[in-house]
């Protein structure tokens, strides 16, 4: 046992130095002191727990910098900078070599293996309590099974393991470990967050806000079962068998290539398990009469006959659409204040250049201190409906310009009108072509609600000596705080990561019942065993989880629209996954959502359109006839379903395979 906390500890060594004070815990193992001591000590045991929260950064950032979250940009959102090495074109063309994938591998499974001996080796004592002991159990719990999870979305299937502690001692052939079928990891989370929701609380104050909670447990659970039924994991009829060719060392199928139906049904059942602990519920911030600037009086939703007329949760009578998803964002609520937050990183921040604060910044104009070099695609500018919920339809939108600041909500004088009679979310989330930035900490007049312009020969035009421009002529607004400045003293608020939100659990819950056949019903046991849900395609409840995302966004439910849309398995898969593109831009979803519906072939393949960024103010009408953008190349091959492992690992571990398309070098 000497002999691998010395071998451990040698290996973490060079990620202690790089920590922060608070995580580094070098300084308390110079002496190299038996792993015992360490677990006799409160302080100390929160130390080596810290240590494993710490690989939930870098590379394992959710949302963040291209730098480390490039799964952050699909066909929805595009940069236009080199980073690292990293071009746009580089992720969609595949370019990357394993090396450039390698840095989540090393980091979780550091991360797992710090949880582990911790889970090993942790105790009650005279400085743990009992109490205290099963909360930092739990959380430990859920590091491990949370680190397996985000290697299991990257990489596919992967080697689970043993809990206890490796004897170095052993031979090379029993330190390699095959991977796991997908089904298998997925069991092992599921499991792992299991023993975590029976340790940790409903709740946490606020100090301790982005520690988990039994919520966060079971939703992680919710989410690994939603991706082992979907397509890519469980191929149905027709869909293609993209994964047959997925094996181990010895042969065996990683991934199922047999249908089980069942599978959404689990996921049904522990996304209810979340919703049935009663913890969460959408945030929605109340109507405002009178506004400002940075806070404007609430734009109603056009008259609906019964949703106008009905206070939250009923209706939208009394809330704005507007503000309760913009401030879910942009640092104007805290963790604790926030009901629909689940689980969070907090601040995410390990530095100010890539974190969930860099991408705002990255999104601001250069006017106000911003790079001005993330944007979105027309594809996703487009996606956004009407707000009476019909889609936006090119073709027939208003033509023309605004004539002054009142004609429209939300619109300044001389924006397009197709940009105008858009949904809330829109506003709080795009930044097109004429959008006022209010820079509102800025200290002088001249700094503020600013508006920007994106025509060539614009400050935040097309350049040809600088990157920093937005290439589709489309910025992002959503995670930018109306305060947010970096000019005239103005300073960035912190903004809160909403890595599992209360609305993803609504929609993953309906997409679930939505995949089961009509006549199709289920047993299955809650995750404590002390309930049994009956499970199938229930009308009902699938409106009934739907109906709080849609009123929050001032729109009515589906039916509205389309009266056959809650009838037809087709037509709400469709308009779910319209949802889920609209609802979690920027929050590193899009990616894996197009890849396990097996849309991404599809939809990564596509051209990226965008407004003719070549085109000056003078000649402005000619800005928004969509053209292609050469340089955001569009492409898809199988290889881009899962992440590769390195030669070096492959080397290390003799029975680890390599991920299908890419490079095994044997």
């Known amino acids: 046992m000497k002999k691998y906390i010395i071998l451990l500890l040698i290996c973490l060594g060079t990620c202690f130095q790089s920590c922060s004070d608070y995580l580094n815990v070098d300084r308390y193992f110079n002496d190299r002191q038996e792993l015992e001591r360490i677990f006799n000590s409160k302080d100390y045991t929160e130390e080596w727990l810290a240590n494993a929260y710490f690989q939930l950064l870098n590379y394992n950032l959710e949302i963040g910098h291209i730098r480390y979250t490039i799964t952050n940009f699909s066909d929805d959102a595009v940069f236009n900078e080199g980073s690292g090495g990293r071009t746009y074109a580089d992720i969609r063309l595949g370019n990357y070599t394993p090396y450039h994938y390698s840095g989540s591998w090393r980091q979780s499974y550091d991360g797992i293996r710090q949880a582990s001996i911790m889970i090993e080796l942790a105790h009650p004592g005279d400085e743990i309590s009992e109490e205290e002991y099963k909360d930092l159990m739990g959380q430990a719990y859920f590091i491990r099974g949370y680190l397996y999870w985000l290697l299991l979305r990257k990489y596919g299937p992967i080697p689970i393991l043993p809990d206890k502690a490796i004897d170095y001692d052993d031979s090379y052939d029993d330190l390699s470990f095959p991977r796991s079928t997908y089904d298998e990891c997925v069991e092992y989370i599921s499991n792992q967050m299991k023993l975590a929701a029976e340790l940790l609380p409903l709740n946490r104050d606020t100090r301790s806000a982005s520690r988990p909670t039994r919520g966060a447990a079971l939703a992680v659970r919710a989410k690994a079962y939603l991706y082992a039924a979907s397509p890519l994991m469980n191929p149905k009829g027709d869909h293609p068998k993209e994964m047959a060719d997925f094996i181990d060392d010895q042969g065996k199928q990683l ?13 049904a059942a522990a996304a209810l398990d979340v919703i049935d602990l009663g913890q969460y519920k959408l945030y929605v911030a109340v109507k405002r009469i009178t506004g400002s600037d940075i806070y404007p009086a609430t734009v109603s939703p056009p008259e609906h006959p019964e949703y106008s007329h009905k206070d939250w949760p009923q209706g939208w009578r009394d809330i704005d659409p507007f503000e309760s998803y913009r ?21 995410n921040q390990l530095h100010p250049e890539y974190g969930i604060l860099s991408i705002s910044r990255h999104q601001m104009p250069q006017f106000g201190g911003g790079y001005n070099c993330h944007g979105v695609t027309g594809k996703q500018c487009d996606a956004y409906v009407m707000n009476d919920g019909k889609p936006f339809d090119r073709k027939t939108a208003m033509k023309g310009f605004t004539e002054s600041d009142n004609e429209f909500p939300h619109l300044k004088a001389g924006v397009w009108k197709e940009y105008a009679n858009r949904e809330p979310r829109f506003y709080a989330s795009i930044a097109y072509n004429g959008v006022v930035f209010p820079l509102a900490s800025s200290d002088k007049s001249e700094y503020r609600n600013h508006q920007t312009w994106y025509y060539r020969g614009e400050q935040d035009g097309r350049s040809a000596s600088s990157e920093r421009w937005q290439p589709t002529g489309i910025s992002m607004m959503k995670y930018v705080n109306p305060k947010d400045s970096y000019v005239s003293s103005g300073i960035a608020y912190p903004k809160i990561d909403p890595v599992i939100r209360y609305a993803d659990i609504l929609l993953m819950y309906a997409e679930s019942l939505n995949e089961l056949n009509e006549g199709s019903s289920y047993q299955v046991k809650s995750w404590d065993g002390e309930r049994t849900y009956e499970i199938s395609r229930d009308v009902a409840k699938m409106k009934e989880a739907i109906l709080p995302v849609r009123l929050r966004a001032g729109l009515p439910n589906y039916d509205d629209i389309n009266p056959q849309t ?12 319209h949802e889920r593109q609209i609802e979690f831009l920027g929050e590193n979803q899009r990616y894996y959502d197009l890849r396990r519906w097996l849309d991404a072939q599809e939809e990564e393949a596509k051209p990226i359109y965008g407004c003719n960024t070549f085109i000056t103010k003078e000649n402005a009408e000619l800005f928004y006839e969509q053209v292609e953008i050469p340089h955001l190349v569009a492409s898809f091959s199988r290889k881009m ?15 680890l395979t ?3 398309g890419w490079q095994s070098f044997d």
């Open 255 to 267: 991934i199922s290539q047999e249908y089980d139906e069942g599978k959404w049904a689990k996921a």
């Open 327 to 347: 401030a879910l964002f942009n640092g104007d609520l805290y963790v604790a204040e926030n009901p629909e937050i689940i689980f969070t990183r907090g601040d």
């Open 566 to 577: 809650y009838e037809s398995q087709e037509l709400l898969r469709k308009a779910i996954k």
């Open 641 to 655: 379903y899962f992440w590769p492992v390195t030669y070096d690992e492959l080397q290390r571990n003799k029975r």
């Open 658 to 660: 390599q991920a299908p």
